[in-house]
Every structure is written in structure tokens, then in C-alpha cells.
């Protein structure tokens, strides 16, 4: 995904004023205190962790003042219902 990201973003007319940074999501040092003004952490990130608890806190720790930060995790229900839909488990 960070290969097809890279790709556009040469493309793009935005390619001065983004930077894409590899990172745990348990470890932002790089990013520094209250770098953004909106955090989105959507599915797998904080779902497979080796700590949801610091994920969260890495999270709010480079989020500004007043930012929103929006986070979702996985679960393994959604997962098992899914499969049943689909034909993969009997119910």
C-alpha cells in the first residue's frame, strides 16, 4: 500500500506538503508532540498491537490540542459473522 501511496503522491499536485512516515503505532518519537489536527487510525493498527493501551496514548500524544482523534479496532465477531454470510462457517 505505501508503494501504490508513494506512487500518486508524485503524481500529485500535493507532493511538497505530505510526507509518508512508516511507524508503529506504539512508537511516534519521530513525529513529535501535537503534530496534527485530526488522527485517524482505522482497523488493524491498534486491533493486532503488541499494546492497544500505548497505541491510543502514541495517538493522543501527537494529536494537537483540541484535535479529534478518530480510532476503530477489529473484532473477532464481526469476523465470524461475516463468515457465516458468506457460506465459509455454518451457523
Known sequence: ML???KKKLRDSPLSDSIQIVV???TKMDML???SF???LCEGDPLS???DPVKGVKEL???ARKGAYVVASVDNLYSHIV???RHGLLNS
Open 3 to 5: 508503494s501504490i501511496a
Open 23 to 25: 511507524a508503529s503505532v
Open 32 to 34: 513529535g508532540d501535537e
Open 37 to 39: 489536527d485530526f488522527v
Open 48 to 50: 493486532y498491537c503488541e
Open 60 to 62: 493522543v500524544h501527537v
Open 82 to 84: 461475516w463468515s457465516i
